[in-house]
């Protein structure tokens, strides 16, 4: 795909501020006579998370066709459509699309967006389309009815969920379950009748609940993720805690934070390798001995962080027992995932190890846990929604 104008740019990002997840393709004048559009990666990867269609698991050839109901969006009508998903015999079956009648809304090489709603592709010209000035008028047209529509069915759980906040907070300090850096955490999820466990998936309906200690200053985890072992030197955490780990009391282990910007006391640091798309931990003498996929810690960001409460609340003590005082939320959704690779670079987003043997012999991580700095959730995400719940 083409470079994007400045103006597409703009319309791009007002998308973005809406929360509204799209994907873009170029047709080709070649495309246009012929009928026929490459669906690109972006393009493949959007109708697999919308659960539309599955290049991978198509067949090749007419027979294997996938139709789809789809509507083209104009500043005043909604035109019929249909998406013709499939992969031809010739040219190993480059994946292919088609919105039935769309030479009549666009151009060669302007660039489209396409939209997914209950079951329909919305596909509109982001080059021609005023998409500003259709949003900010009072009366409706079909682009601000639709984004509407997604934001209305989006926002109906956050609202839910921030409603239920609200009455926890009501009911002033709330003593913590349990005795643990984890408690406000725990707790929260415990007065929101979640069940406590270690499932990677968000917690309350599709969103991540992040609590924290609001004058702690602490970083906020972002997730844990194990490295990827079969391209690691180091081939468990167990290898990483005899060679780095470290005696306290009884105990033998390694809990501490590692950076891009400086080695930490036991010399380990992260080095991000962005012509083999690895992040890398790194030892001077055992060198890069342990790595991650930058698409693995992509990916995980995403399923992680699609849409995520991060919740602060005052920490008080009474009567010898932590309670919490939940306060305000920030909602941010959709990570900007390229932006990952940039903040752990400049050490905004750094890793912490939890390595531990048990006196059984066994070891256990919790992490390894990445984490990012207060104050920079900014920086990875669009700009946020903040409420207040006292």
């Known amino acids: 795909m083409r470079p994007l104008s400045d103006q597409e740019l703009e319309k791009l990002k007002i998308f973005t501020e809406n929360s509204i997840e799209l994907c873009l393709i170029e047709p080709t004048k070649t495309g246009l006579e012929k009928s026929i559009m490459d669906a690109t990666g972006p393009v493949r990867a959007f109708l697999k998370g919308a659960m539309v269609h599955d290049y991978e698991l198509q067949s090749q050839g007419p027979e294997n066709k996938v139709m789809y109901p789809a509507l083209l969006i104009t500043s005043e009508l909604l035109l019929p459509s249909s998406a013709s998903l499939y992969r031809p015999n010739t040219k190993k079956g480059d994946p292919r699309i088609w919105f039935k009648s769309l030479g009549g809304l666009c151009q060669a090489n302007d660039i489209l967006g396409i939209l997914h709603f209950e079951n329909t592709l919305y596909v509109f010209n982001l080059t021609k389309l005023d998409v500003k000035t259709l949003l900010d ?49 725990r707790t929260l999820e415990t007065l929101l009748g979640i069940d406590i466990n270690s499932s990677k998936q968000p917690d309350y309906k599709g969103i991540e609940l992040k609590s924290y200690r609001d004058k702690r200053g602490n970083r906020k985890n972002l997730f844990a993720q194990v490295p990827d072992w079969p391209i690691s030197k180091f081939k468990s955490s167990a290898e990483i805690l005899n060679a780095f780990g470290y005696s306290r009391g009884e105990d033998y282990k390694l809990y501490c934070t590692v950076s891009a910007i400086v080695r930490n006391s036991q010399g380990l640091m992260l080095r991000v390798d962005s012509d083999d798309q690895k992040l890398y931990e790194n030892e001077a003498s055992a060198g890069d001995f342990i790595a991650w996929k930058l698409e693995t810690l992509h990916n995980r960001l995403l399923e992680k962080h699609s849409e995520t409460f991060w919740i602060a609340a005052d920490s008080v003590q009474i009567d010898g027992i932590e309670h919490f005082q939940y306060k305000k939320v920030e909602h941010t959704k959709k990570p900007i995932v390229s932006q990952f690779d940039i903040l752990v670079e400049q050490g905004v987003i750094t890793l912490d190890h939890l390595i531990k043997r048990k006196p059984t012999g066994s070891v256990v991580e919790k992490g390894p846990i990445f984490k990012i700095k207060p104050n920079a959730l900014e920086m990875l995400f669009p700009p946020s929604a903040a409420y207040n719940l006292i």
């Open 137 to 185: 008028q009072a009366h409706g047209n079909p682009l601000k009815d639709i984004v509407s529509e997604i934001r209305r069915a989006t926002n109906r759980i956050a609202d839910e969920l921030l409603g239920l906040l609200r009455k926890i907070a009501a009911r002033g300090p709330v003593p913590s379950m349990v005795n643990a850096d984890t408690s406000i955490g």
